[in-house]
């Protein structure tokens, strides 16, 4: 199998300019370029270029996938939003690594395993994750939890490691980070386990009224320079000056009020621990109902052959003969009929206390018909007397 690689990069808060165009297009001229997007796949050959340094100077979101089995994301977002002390608790060496610009922060996740070797595309993949960015820029923390489990699934966090906080919400992920959940191949099991000390989610979205609110008390020099910013083309960053400062004042009043305490908090040890009780639990449970399911099945079948054997009460006489016509056809489906029908007579012979002259009977049957090997072969089978 030839080896394949695909790479996507996506603009998302600024397009790329003409030098920015110019420089992507120095480092592969087979790429899809455009003033949002950078686009190539390899079935040969590797790619010229530095995704780390292509996120920092260019790009807001970049996937990777490649058929031996890494798959990864890399987002940038705002420092001002996202600083890096909030991200790095949930860093690993496997899983979710991040560092800092001087405007961003770049989170990198990755997923490997050699278990997906095989055929695999990329193209698609991005458009379903990007919402992902979005939440974090929202405040939303549970994708960096995910990224710490990814590396808790690869094994490269050590048992007695503690966990990182617990996002609010994880037990109830939206579908972007279900998908990227998938994405990253963290196991649903160990999600639910951990999501059992996350609070219920609240939006970290901040109401059109409060906004309002607080945009009325700005000066009103500084409304006018974010409308300048609008203006000429500078909303996205005008837009995370003015939300970054609401959260700011924001938390500083919530921390007036007082700060909840934080909850108890698992190694990586109890939570594999955990789940590995709750899939034995699955699994006991799953014998059980198949227990169940086969005991009715079982139940209905017996139910079912003894109403046939009360239909053939007293007509044992007609089916011996029958038996007998069928035998002599030397057809191999007439004696699968003729075994059938020795099958219902030996149990009306045992509802009857007869097993003795049913045996009887089938031992002249295997005399008369004793060079009919086919035959002789089926009784044999179905475990009739000899």
Do not use: C
């Not at 690689?5 to 455009?34: G, M, P």
């Not at 979710?96 to 922060?105: D, E, F, K, P």
């Not at 079948?301 to 009360?310: G, K, S």
């Not at 060079?371 to 072969?377: H, T, W, Y």
């Amino acid at each position: 199998m030839s080896e394949y690689q695909y790479y996507e990069f996506r603009a998302i808060d600024r397009a790329l300019d003409r030098s920015a165009l110019t420089a992507l297009r120095a480092l592969s001229t087979r790429a899809r370029i455009t003033p949002t997007s950078f686009t190539n796949e390899y079935s040969y050959g590797d790619f010229r270029g530095d995704p780390d340094e292509l996120m920092e100077n260019y790009f807001d979101a970049h996937l990777y996938v490649a058929n031996w089995g890494t798959r990864q994301l890399m987002l940038r977002v705002p420092v001002q939003l996202l600083p890096l002390s909030a991200v790095e608790p949930y860093t690993a060496e496997e899983g979710l690594r991040a560092w800092a610009t001087g405007t961003h922060v770049i989170l990198d996740f990755v997923s490997r395993s050699e278990d997906d070797y095989g055929w695999t595309e990329g193209a698609g993949q991005l458009d379903p994750l990007l919402p992902v960015r979005a939440e974090l820029l929202a405040g939303d923390l549970r994708a960096l939890y995910l990224g710490w489990l990814a590396a808790v699934e690869s094994g490269e966090i050590d048992g007695g490691a503690t966990e990182p906080p617990v996002p609010p919400g994880l037990g109830t992920l939206s579908p972007a980070l279900t998908d990227f959940a998938e994405f990253l191949r963290v196991d649903p099991d160990l999600i639910e386990i951990a999501a059992r000390a996350s609070a219920s989610r609240v939006s970290t979205r901040p109401s059109v009224a409060d906004l309002a609110s607080w945009v009325a008390e700005l000066p009103e020099g500084e409304k006018n320079t974010a409308l300048v910013q609008l203006l000429t083309g500078e909303g996205a960053s005008a837009a995370v000056d003015l939300l970054s400062r609401f959260r700011a004042d924001a938390a500083r009043a919530k921390s007036r009020g007082g700060a909840p305490a934080p909850g108890a908090r698992r190694t990586v040890g109890e939570l594999l621990a955990a789940r590995e009780r709750g899939a034995e639990e699955n699994r006991r449970r799953a014998a059980e109902k198949k227990a169940h399911e086969e005991s009715r099945l079982a139940r209905e079948r017996a139910e079912a052959r003894a109403r046939r054997l009360d239909t053939l009460v007293g007509k044992e006489a007609s089916l011996w003969r029958e038996a007998g016509t069928a035998v002599g056809t030397k057809l191999p489906k007439q004696y699968d009929h003729a075994v059938q029908l020795l099958t219902d007579l030996r149990d009306l012979a045992q509802r009857a206390d007869a097993v003795p002259e049913f045996a009887r009977r089938v031992g002249e049957l295997r005399e008369l018909h004793r060079k009919k090997l086919s035959f002789i072969e089926r009784l044999d089978k179905a475990g009739m007397p000899e």
